[in-house]
């Protein structure tokens, strides 16, 4: 019996010794593997730029690349007669820059977006008895522009480029959508006098989120000044000729001022003052001068952010107050549903919160809506956003965005009388 039980514990305790040996080694490769992985990653990024670059360091010339797939559902009312929207789309940009010669640069881009799922209106297919997603299945010459800086302190670029002008709320490329906006142009910008910039452009046509064509002639003046690192002064002037859409036909001028001054103890201040005076221009039917103005307020501290403020865009219960080449799923909501002003004009009363947490950035805005007069009520808004990159070139995004419409005269009269829900699921890899 002695010997028995000898024997069954060192058996034992060779068992256990292995088993130990065999855990603390698994464990060092999965700790091992995980740690290669940032290093791997890092190894793979590097080869996959190095191979977009033709030449040493880009000598003649590099690749762009940009692929992003996203998944969209619609919803309006369950009484609704119209269907529920789900798109699966996937976007795909391939471009060429020129190395710098003399000056001069070239850049091409194409851009494609392939419908996977196509249960949605994209105001291309005639698929009305669905909700609309802006994302035709459609490709195109996105970008087609030749730059030339031999001039010190000054670029001139010319062609079918990206415009994106101060916070893009008149003008901008409406990344956003799947198929961006561009604009066939002139752009001179001079940076002469320290701290000012100074934008002079020609816009002859938009090429639109939905790949059209749409002839317009806009000449543009756009000036931007910094005082130090805590504020940004702009000042701006659109002509707009729109021949397709008379009542788009407008003449806008305004000023902006921003800043993010930073306080003792880690708080920064955010504030975002403007005004905005539009009246009709060229071909446009209407008779009236209107104005927008905004004002936001907010401060951060220990990576959170709150901002809140109001931002108002004039109707005379004819015509409003209008940003039809701007990009504006960033401001009134992203359900989307003011990218026209109501005639009665467009009171937003907003709030957000956003936080950093190991990388992964979360934000939660809220909208309350009204006729700029105040008075009648258009509905709440209320969106989060969840989003996270991996380094430089890789993105996963979720968005929700549900706006609850109030039960009133002035909401069925502005065509926003019906509760919506939207959700985006996304995923990008960019070089």
């Known amino acids: ?69 996203r998944y969209e559902y619609v919803h309006i009312t369950d009484d609704s007669p119209i269907k529920t929207a789900i798109a699966n789309t996937m976007r ?3 471009g060429y820059l020129t190395p710098e010669f003399h000056g001069l640069q070239v ?9 996977m799922q196509d249960d949605y209106n994209s105001l291309r297919n005639g698929k009305t008895n669905y909700e609309v997603v802006a994302d035709p299945q459609e490709q195109e010459l996105n970008q087609f522009w030749l730059s030339y800086k031999g001039i010190p302190n000054t670029l001139i670029k010319g062609g079918r480029q990206v415009i994106a002008l101060d916070n893009q709320r008149f003008i901008g490329n409406v990344a956003w959508r799947q198929m961006e906006q561009t ?3 002139v752009v001179i910008q001079n940076k002469s006098i320290k701290n000012l910039t100074l934008n002079i452009m020609y816009i002859g046509q938009v090429q639109t989120v939905t790949s059209i064509e749409r002839p317009i002639t806009m000449p543009v003046f756009n000036f931007s000044y910094k005082f130090g690192r805590f504020s940004t002064l702009t000042g701006y002037g659109y002509w707009l000729a729109d021949y397709a859409a008379a009542v788009n036909s407008t003449q806008t001028y305004g000023v902006r001022m921003h800043g993010t001054p930073k306080l003792i ?60 080449l701007g990009t504006k799923h960033l401001f009134q909501g992203w359900a989307d549903k003011f990218l026209v002003t109501p005639v009665r004009g467009v009171r937003d009363i907003k709030a957000t ?30 969106d989060f956003l969840l989003s996270k990159h991996f380094g ?16 009133s005269q002035a909401a069925v009269n502005a065509g926003v009388e019906k509760n919506t829900q939207k959700i985006w699921v996304q995923g990008s890899v960019t070089f």
């Not at 009236?288 to 219960?317: F, K, M």
């Not at 950035?361 to 509905?379: C, D, P, Q, V």
Request: charged letters at 20%; one cysteine or more.
């Open 392 to 407: 430089k070139h890789y993105q996963i995004l979720a968005k929700y965005a549900y706006y609850d419409a109030s039960n």
């Open 353 to 382: 919160i956003d936080k950093s947490f190991y990388g992964v950035k979360l934000l939660f805005a809220y909208h309350n809506f009204t006729e700029s007069s105040g008075s009648g009520k258009y509905g709440n808004e209320y």
């Open 1 to 69: 019996m002695g010997k028995y039980f000898i024997l069954k514990s060192v058996d034992y305790k060779n068992s256990t010794s292995l088993k130990k040996k065999w855990y603390c080694t698994a464990c060092v490769s999965v700790i091992t593997f995980l740690m290669a992985l940032p290093v791997q990653a890092a190894i793979i990024n590097e080869t996959v730029e190095n191979a977009l670059l033709f030449g040493e360091q880009g000598k003649y010339g590099q690749v762009t690349f940009d692929l992003r797939y």
């Open 183 to 185: 604009f066939d142009s």
């Open 265 to 324: 103890h880690d708080i920064q201040l955010h504030y975002d003052v403007g005004y905005s005076n539009q009246s009709d221009y060229k071909n446009n039917p209407g008779n009236y001068g209107l104005d927008r103005y905004n004002i936001i307020l907010g401060a951060s501290y220990v990576g959170v952010s709150i901002q809140s403020g109001v931002e108002q865009l004039d109707g005379n219960g004819s015509y409003a107050f209008q940003t039809p």
């Open 107 to 115: 850049y091409a881009e194409y851009e494609g977006n392939l419908s």
């Open 92 to 94: 795909l940009r391939f």
